[in-house]
């Protein structure tokens, strides 16, 4: 079970949240003919790092975005959503408090 | 074959059987001898004393047979004297408390335990299917795949023979009745978690706590001390055990350690979270007053400390399996920590130095050791050796156990001269005894270390597993990471326990580390597969409690099965209970050995949690019954109580199902007379637990108008609408009336089951798809208590009851607006909100009150209503009620219909784009074939429609015709999915999902419900039965 640092809660047990799923999709604009497809069914399954979302339901009840290497399970960053990168590097995880924050 | 003799020091023992006379020595061990405990086993009474576990009093009682091997149903005696025990599994206690497949040498004796053995019939000495071992040759690895799912499979003979098969490689049985015990939860966070507390474990959590954290020590057994409670060493001149007792005592003293012993960490778990069992009262016949049985602990550890020891592991040779062959390790144990000299004339074959020790600690119980049969031409450390020789006991460099003899126990041993190869090389020769000390040398125990998913590295010079780089926030100590002498432990725990307190943030304490003796040790030979000369009859067990042999190994690896991982399925390798503690290290050097390759490179299993065994019980803990869930009440289910309605779970809700008039009055009958008193005249129903959203701000209408697919800038301030909503995929979401309370105020409303789905879909796209949007949603769904009035008479009660103009002029069908119940009545004023919407049908409102009012509401509601016969109205009649008016519901919102397919496609607004309007446009989701709402009643005007059944053609056969002869299955043209039944037309009606159903009103088909025995026709309808032009709700 991992824990969560909740950029607005702190740092929390799983328990907490449940997991939204994939954190680097962008949803098509309204009106948008395509791309819909692509953002509902098509997903990667990388090995390594990847962003993702969780929602804190029973916390502040806000989406946190987690970078997390999905083959160790370290959490190497969190922040609102949008505000972690999917880079494919690992960064150590002091390195990415920067990247933890408030949402605006 | 020659008989290996030496001239006798003493008078020789017999080799008698042991039942005749008591194992237990005269003095010694650390048993309280004043404390005599009554126990049985299979019915005989025997007695033990305080500090025995079930396995030394069996043993000191002369038990030597314990149990039927899993497979062949050979008989077993007991192997081990700890978790690793693959032989000895007995069913503990009687009745609701029984419990199989405990391991005895993990039992600690009470007063009035009683214990049975398992897999036997009639009884342990005498067992049918012992005969298994007759036909032995026949069951190789993999034989039940084979022989019953090859040429079998696709029958009915498969099933017949997984029946038997079942029974006959059955483990122990439990029973079905309730566990009347209690199971408990904890919680724990520490800076320091050590894991083991024998001499490494104490050292590191002495270490620890110096440094001020919170440190947290636990060990699976009955107390701390491991080996230092089986040996005879000391520590800084002070004997094992009595340092470990003071090292207790510490420890116990400071307030910044918790002590857990007689607990097990089972599972290492992300982020440094330990789960472990703590057995409270399984010491006790049954629990103290308020006391649990067991209490599973969540430990969340900054740092931990492994310190979990060492496994002995065997070697294997022919008939290792009989009873009186055992780890040499843990003969030495009995003797020492329970006074139990398991033989009177004892062999012992070794690859490594410290099945020595068992000679030397044996001699001293007064054992005759015969001799010490090791594998290695060198032998054991030259002071070792002397230790063995001052005591007159012979040792046999480079040689290797061939055979245990003997039937129902060991009575000898054959061994060979083996060369640098390991191959044989001259006669057999045999050594009488009744006890054969086996030493494969010592695995680290890695289960937790590999669950982290770290990977343990192969070592050649101490041939065993280590831990590889840690994954997690750990480190090893002593004999896990490979240390095993005394000192080594001491030193490594010592420095383990400073290097995790300092980790984990506290300053490094001056203490110095406990001290013992320097041992020096030779290496171990790598053999565990000792040689079969031919004609040498008997299986050489790898795994005791599968009956894995070599044979078994070497068969899968002919049959390509050289992956570890499939070995291991293949042939069930490390597969029991006891997950290849003693059988690994042999059954991959076998695979090894096959391959022709290091052993290192055959690789490890991936251990995975629980390391031995854990109770259902302890991972329920207290959440059952009653307290699996919570339970949501409404704030009118008091009153429902009292009026004696029978319940219904919605979620987590109960919800009255029906209000029944007297006792007796069954469910249908209770759901038609309300239904029939709400559409002749008055009822009211409990509708709080619709899920209620409030949603606020500029931005609000445009943001309903993305979620739902009609509508909503132009809806006009008190006013309400149905709304229905789409996934991304074009499938059907949810519905519900959303009212605009103001400008930017809007009150949702969801179905009772997707209320917690559609809030927190309502902030995903809030705050990840449009931050932009100025809207904030609040969950008010227990905030307000929601009651529907309906029927005729609804607007003359209501008008006695509110201060709103309810004619169709000043509130009309879907109006909404805030009134006050009683206005003016001191004391009874309430404010309210009321609606006018209808699930039913009828004209009706319903009626909004803050959640604390919301039992007096409705007992003014009541009140109100007696003039009109009101009645409440439960799950039943309003479900009945919604089904006549073809209102879609749960079973028809199934994530696979389309709102095209409900018969609400007019409501998608073409104007504007809407979550899910791109994808609800694909070809396959507009087909006209499509299953479509259909209405259906039953031709024969009276058989009941079942939820869920199959509609057919109304010819179609009454069975699929024989496949293999290229028949096909019957057509399914749709289902039913929602049965009731209508008092005003007064036959059954059912909704359901009908292939291009709308086109086919009228039509005849068939419905099929084998389930519960029913077949109809039945005619499909439009999905209104009552009321079609909706007069009633405009009324
Ligand atoms: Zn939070």
């Not at chain 2, 420095?495 to 040790?521: H, I, M, S, Y």
């Not at chain 2, 009012?853 to 409440?872: K, N, Q, S, T, Y």
Request: aromatic share 6%; with cysteine.
């Amino acid at each position: 079970m991992f824990r969560i640092e909740c950029p607005w809660c702190g740092t929390r047990d799983m328990v907490e949240f449940t997991y939204v799923g994939d954190g680097t999709l962008t949803r098509p604009a309204l009106g948008a003919r395509t791309g819909h497809f692509e953002h509902v069914y098509l997903r990667a399954n990388p090995k390594g790092t990847h962003v993702e979302l969780w929602h804190h339901v029973a916390g502040c009840r806000q989406h946190v975005a987690v970078k997390r290497d999905t083959l160790t399970h370290e959490i190497l960053a969190t922040g609102g959503p949008g505000e972690v990168t999917a880079a494919r590097d690992d960064v150590p995880k002091g390195a990415a408090k920067g990247e933890t924050g408030g949402m605006a | 074959m020659s008989e290996y003799r030496k001239s006798p020091r003493s008078p020789l023992p017999s080799v008698a059987p042991p039942k005749s006379r008591p194992m237990r020595v005269a003095d010694g061990g650390r048993i309280d001898r004043t404390r005599r405990l009554s126990f049985t086993f299979d019915g005989v009474a025997m007695t033990g004393f305080e500090g025995d576990t079930l396995a030394s009093a069996l043993l000191a009682n002369g038990v030597d047979l314990v149990g039927r091997s899993f497979k062949y149903h050979r008989r077993r005696g007991i192997f081990s004297n700890g978790p690793e025990e693959p032989n000895a599994l007995v069913r503990l206690r009687v009745g609701a408390r029984m419990e199989p497949n405990t391991r005895a040498t993990m039992v600690p004796l009470y007063d009035g335990l009683v214990a049975e053995s398992q897999n036997r019939w009639p009884t342990l000495a005498h067992d049918i299917q012992a005969l298994n071992w007759l036909i032995a040759p026949w069951i190789p690895a993999g034989f039940y795949y084979k022989t019953f799912m090859g040429r079998a499979a696709n029958t009915r003979l498969w099933m017949w023979f997984e029946k038997s098969i079942r029974r006959a490689a059955g483990m122990g049985t439990g029973t079905h009745e309730a566990d009347p015990d209690d199971y408990d939860k904890m919680t724990a966070h520490c800076e320091v978690l050590v894991i083991g507390g024998g001499p490494s474990g104490l050292a590191a959590a002495r270490a620890a706590a110096a440094g001020g954290g919170r440190v947290v020590l636990v060990d699976e057994r009955e107390d701390f001390g491991g080996r230092l409670l089986m040996d005879r060493e000391t520590i800084d001149g002070e004997e094992g055990a009595a340092w470990a007792a003071r090292m207790r005592a510490e420890l116990a003293a400071l307030s910044n350690v918790r002590l857990l012993p007689r607990t097990t960490a089972f599972g290492y778990y992300d982020h440094n979270r330990i789960g472990c069992v703590e057995r409270v009262s399984d010491h006790l016949i049954e629990p103290e007053p308020h006391r649990p049985r067991q209490r599973l602990w969540s430990i969340r550890a900054a740092e931990v400390v492994l310190a979990t020891g060492a496994i002995e592991q065997p070697l294997a040779f022919a008939d290792n399996d009989l009873p009186g062959v055992m780890l040499a390790g843990a003969v030495r144990a009995y003797a020492n920590q329970y006074g139990v000299k398991v033989g009177e004339r004892i062999v012992i074959a070794t690859n490594n130095d410290d099945a020595y020790r068992t000679a030397c600690d044996l001699d001293d119980a007064g054992a005759w050791v015969e001799a010490v049969v090791d594998m290695r031409p060198k032998g054991a450390e030259p002071t070792l050796r002397a230790a063995i020789k001052e005591r007159g006991i012979d040792i046999l460099h480079g040689w290797a156990p061939v055979k245990a003899q003997g039937t129902k126990r060991v009575r000898g041993l054959a061994i060979l001269k083996i060369d640098e190869t390991g191959k044989p090389v001259g006669n057999q020769r045999a050594a009488s005894c009744d006890i054969v000390a086996i030493s494969g040398g010592w695995q680290p125990t890695l289960h937790l270390f590999s669950q982290t998913g770290a990977k343990a590295v192969w070592d050649d010079a101490k041939a065993c597993f280590l831990p590889g780089p840690p994954r997690q926030r750990e480190r090893s100590a002593g004999a896990c990471a490979g240390r095993f002498t005394l000192s080594e432990c001491l030193e490594g725990g010592h420095a383990a326990g400073l290097d995790a307190a300092e980790k984990a943030g506290a300053a490094r304490p001056t203490l110095a580390a406990p001290r013992a003796e320097v041992t020096p040790q030779n290496p171990p030979r790598a053999i565990w597969e000792c040689p079969k000369p031919v004609n040498t009859p008997g299986k050489r067990f790898v795994d005791l409690q599968d009956d894995v042999a070599v044979s078994d190994i070497q068969l899968a690896h002919r049959e390509g099965y050289v992956s570890v991982e499939h070995l291991k399925r293949y042939t069930t390798l490390g597969m029991g209970t006891d997950q290849g503690k003693t059988s690994n290290i042999a059954g991959f050097a076998v695979m090894a050995a096959a391959r022709g390759v290091e052993i290192g490179r055959t690789g490890t299993t991936t251990f995975r949690p629980p390391y031995t065994p854990v109770a259902l019980g302890a991972l329920a803990g207290p959440e059952v019954g009653e307290h699996y869930a919570p339970l949501r009440r409404t704030p009118m289910d008091s009153w429902h109580a009292e009026r004696g309605c029978t319940w219904i779970d919605a979620g987590l809700w109960r919800r009255p199902r029906t209000y029944p008039a007297h006792e007796g009055e069954g469910l249908f009958d209770a759901y038609i007379r309300e239904t029939k008193a709400v559409r002749g005249s008055l009822g009211l129903c409990d509708v709080t637990t619709l899920g209620k959203i409030d949603i606020q701000g500029p931005d609000a209408a445009e943001f309903l108008n993305r979620l739902y697919i009609n509508g909503w800038k132009t809806l006009p301030v008190g006013k309400a609408r149905y709304g229905l909503m789409l996934r991304e995929d074009g499938l059907v979401l949810d519905d519900g009336t959303t009212s605009r309370l103001g400008e930017t105020h809007f009150l949702m409303t969801t179905t009772t089951a997707n209320a917690v789905r559609i809030m927190a879909w309502i902030e995903y796209y809030l705050q990840v798809v449009w931050p932009d949007l100025r809207v904030k949603a609040t969950s008010v769904t227990e905030q307000w208590a929601a009651m529907a009035i309906a029927g005729p008479k609804a607007r003359e009660c209501l008008a006695t009851v509110v201060d709103r103009d309810l004619s169709n002029e000043a509130f009309p069908f879907m109006a909404c607006g805030p009134c006050v119940i009683d206005k003016g009545v001191a004391g009874a004023e309430i404010p309210a909100r009321l609606f006018r919407i209808s699930f039913s049908g009828e004209l009706a409102y319903e009626l909004n009150v803050p959640a604390d009012h919301g039992r007096a509401a409705w007992e003014r509601l009541m009140a109100a209503g007696a003039p009109f016969d009101i009645v409440p109205y439960g799950m039943e009649a309003l479900g009945n009620m919604r089904i006549e008016k073809g209102h879609v519901a749960g079973p028809e919102l199934d994530g696979r219909t389309t709102a095209e397919d409900l018969g609400l496609g007019r409501m998608m607004s073409s104007k504007k784009d809407f979550i899910g309007a791109q994808l609800a446009r694909r070809p396959d989701m507009t087909r006209p074939d499509r299953k479509q709402l259909v209405g259906l009643v039953p031709v024969d005007g009276k058989t009941r429609l079942g939820q869920g059944a199959q509609l057919v053609a109304a010819d179609a056969p009454a069975r699929a015709g024989s496949l293999a002869a290229g028949g096909a299955p019957v057509a399914m043209i749709g289902h039913v999915t929602s049965t009731g039944y209508s008092p005003e037309l007064d036959h059954p009606i059912a909704l359901g999902l009908v292939e291009n159903g709308r086109a086919r009103h009228e039509e005849v088909i068939a419905m099929r419900d084998p389930v519960r025995g029913r077949e109809t026709k039945v005619r499909i309808v439009a999905p209104v039965f009552v009321d079609p032009e909706g007069e009633r709700l405009h009324g």
